[in-house]
């Protein structure tokens, strides 16, 4: 697709749709819009702009279908496989100032959003009424973000993924029409699912300007557990079990002995340097907790677990979720100079040790550090690589890991990403993973978005 550049009439006439505030050509912003947190380069956009409302998204969008002017959506820019960089250069549509809670229906457990809310401001409205939003990537994301990469976290094993969570959308096509999917009803049988199509698109069929989210109720009593193991396929090992005794634990978290050394090295824990497991449960009572947390410790001492430390006091609980949730900046501040590359799959639990031998291995012979983690419950394996900043040698060794870890994850039955989505990095593998579909996601892609102007480059190899 050839697309146009925004020249002076485009410039005037976008500018006239929000006012000179909210428009911008000037560097620091263009510089601000060009990338994500990932490895990939930047692109300049050519116009940044902040809508305040759908009916000026539809407006921007009408124009820029008719003038060819490429779209990509911004959240907060955390993404880590490119998914907002705008190859295509265009206009970045930034949604910080559509960040409104419009609704909280406690009764229903439902929120109506617009897409610039950011998820931890959501749940520090919604802890006073005893209420939150699963869905936890750890980075300062925007719901609207979350929803185009159906974003997950820590959680995620027993609240789901973004999709999970999701009700109804209203989005802008790239005509400009707005259309409103789904219900507020907690389950449907009706028509086609078009929210699960639209979530997880990475704003390459449609913008979303208002969500209704589905919340939980804060639980009265949380647990958690810390088991050891020597070997870290013993501790994959034992995440199979555990889910398959149905004990459903909040979390189950696997991190590789070097990532513990870290944590430890930042926030003075004191945990046994060996691969681990952070377990945590939720639940009404104290006795009913305390029988699953039994039962996970005799499923990991009969996984050759060598400690398994229970009733983690609040305060010890929270240092350590923490020092998870800060694992990548953690590990990328400990390598200055260096550029960190995120390996997000996926697989069937009961390959999850296989793919975590194979993805130490790796590691190991790269020569480049690395870091093993995941969210092992849902079966999602991270390598984080810090090679060095602009050596094109180690870039290709980290190419090649990547892509010996994405083809075992689709052999074994995975995916090439749990939850970082496609972006840049992994439209590669779009064709071994989906195979024949693959032409009808274009297909689905050309329905939506004819002239391709919104997100190009994205998803589609
Ligand atoms: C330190 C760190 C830890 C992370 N940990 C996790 C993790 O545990 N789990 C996880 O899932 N992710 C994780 N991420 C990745 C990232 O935080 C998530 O993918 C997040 O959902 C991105 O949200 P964002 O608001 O930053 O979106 P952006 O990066 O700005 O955009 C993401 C995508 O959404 C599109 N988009 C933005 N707004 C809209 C809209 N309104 N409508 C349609 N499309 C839109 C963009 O075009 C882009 O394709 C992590 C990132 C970092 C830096």
């Known amino acids: 697709m050839k697309f ?12 006239s749709i929000v006012g000179p505030d909210r428009f911008s050509m000037g560097q620091s912003n263009l510089e601000l819009h060009s990338k994500d947190q990932s490895y990939h380069p930047a692109v300049l956009p050519e116009a940044v702009i902040w809508p305040v409302n759908r009916t000026e998204v539809s407006e921007i969008l009408r124009y820029a279908n008719e003038q060819l002017v490429p779209v990509t959506g911004w959240g907060s820019g955390t993404s880590v496989e490119g998914n907002p960089i705008p190859v295509q250069r265009g206009l970045v549509l930034d949604f910080s100032m559509m960040n409104r809670i419009v609704e909280i229906r406690d009764a229903d457990f439902q929120a109506d959003v617009e897409p610039g809310v950011v998820y931890q401001d959501l749940n520090e409205k919604l802890r006073h009424r005893g209420l939150f939003f699963a869905p936890d990537p750890g980075a300062r994301a925007t719901i609207g973000g979350m929803l185009a990469n159906n974003a997950s976290g820590i959680r995620t094993v027993r609240y789901g993924s973004t999709r999970a969570n999701t009700l109804r959308l209203t989005v802008v096509l790239a005509s400009g029409e707005i259309i409103d999917m789904g219900s507020r009803s907690s389950k449907t049988s009706s028509g086609y699912d078009l929210i699960n199509l639209f979530i997880g698109s990475e704003g390459t069929l449609g913008l979303v300007v208002q969500a209704t989210v589905r919340l939980k109720g804060l639980c009265e009593e949380i647990s958690a557990a810390i088991a050891t193991f020597s070997d870290v396929e013993a501790a994959a090992g034992a995440v199979f079990e555990i889910k398959r005794s149905g004990i459903d ?25 060996l691969p681990t497991l952070f377990i945590e449960f939720h639940g009404a009572g104290k006795n009913q907790l305390q029988e699953s947390v039994d039962m996970a410790r005799e499923i990991c001492q009969s996984c050759g ?5 229970s009733g983690i006091e609040r305060p010890a609980r929270d240092n350590i979720l923490r020092a998870r949730y800060e694992m990548a900046e953690t590990i990328m501040r400990n390598h200055p100079g260096c550029s960190h590359t995120v390996i997000d799959v996926a697989v069937p639990v009961s390959a999850y040790p296989e793919l975590i031998s194979l993805a130490r291995e790796e590691a190991l012979k790269s020569g480049i550090p690395g870091y093993v983690f995941g969210h092992a419950g849902d079966g999602n394996l991270h390598l984080i690589l810090m090679g060095k900043t602009l050596d094109h040698a ?13 083809i075992k994850a689709i052999q074994v039955g995975g995916t090439s990403t749990g939850e970082h989505g496609t972006g840049i990095g992994k439209r590669k593998f779009m064709e071994t993973e989906h195979g024949a579909s693959l032409e009808w996601m274009k297909k689905i892609k050309t329905l939506f978005d004819p002239n391709g102007i919104l997100n190009p480059g994205k998803i589609l190899p």
């Open 4 to 15: 146009k550049s925004v020249g002076r009439k485009d410039a005037e006439h976008l500018e």
């Open 305 to 309: 677990c060598d400690h398994f430390m």
């Open 394 to 406: 180690q870039r290709a060794i980290i190419d090649n890991v990547s892509n010996r870890l994405v």
């Open 249 to 273: 634990p909040a979390s189950l978290e696997l991190l590789a002995q070097e990532c513990v050394a870290l944590m430890n090295k930042e926030r003075g824990l004191g945990l046994a340097v």
